[in-house]
């Protein structure tokens, strides 16, 4: 099985936790390692998607979406944690649930120097904010993690982050060797 096949499969299974968990509204910024898992959702009849200027725009709203009776998902990238801090601790002193899938940079392989502050200390900042952490490395744990994280999120009430490792993506080069 070729590896863009084996990626499309988990993303597609993250997707099906979507929709197992009645996740109405996703929020996101361009990313790759998201891609396919936009497209799926933008596709979807059941689910809005909205593309955000800045992720940190994703947490009130997820906020909105909860108090209007709607479950609903962040995506980001490691690099975009650092602009939502502040916010961060908005779920837990709102007490509304809050799930975030993150795909990691400046971790495994990274090319770019860029990367490693920030991809570095997104568990340790996630953390400092009361944010449960889930981590994905390898295909076969991506949806029994989701699933766990959306348990946790929606009926357990938490903030959980899922962050999605680069050997779990792949490692980017971007033409570079």
């Keep these: ?93 709102l007490r509304f649930p809050f799930l975030t899938l993150i795909t990691m940079r400046g971790d495994y392989g990274e090319f770019n120097s860029w990367q490693y502050p920030m991809g570095q200390a997104t568990p340790k900042v996630l953390e400092a904010m009361g944010v449960l952490l889930y981590s994905v490395d390898r295909p076969e744990e991506v949806k029994a993690t989701v699933d766990a994280a959306a348990r946790s999120a929606f009926n357990g009430g938490q903030s959980v982050a899922v962050l999605l490792r680069q050997k779990l993506l792949g490692i980017k080069n971007f033409g570079k060797k």
Aim: with cysteine; charged share 20%; aromatic share 6%.
């Design 1 to 93: 099985m070729n590896v863009e096949l084996k990626s499309a499969e988990w993303k597609d299974e993250i997707f099906d936790v979507f929709q197992d968990h009645d996740i109405k509204q996703v929020f996101h910024v361009p990313d790759a390692g998201h891609s396919r898992l936009i497209e799926l959702c933008q596709k979807s009849n059941s689910i809005r998607t909205l593309a955000l200027t800045t992720e940190e725009e994703g947490i009130p709203l997820a906020a909105g979406a909860w108090l209007g009776g709607q479950r609903s998902v962040l995506l980001m990238q490691s690099s975009g944690v650092g602009n939502t801090i502040n916010l961060m601790g908005m779920p837990k002193t």
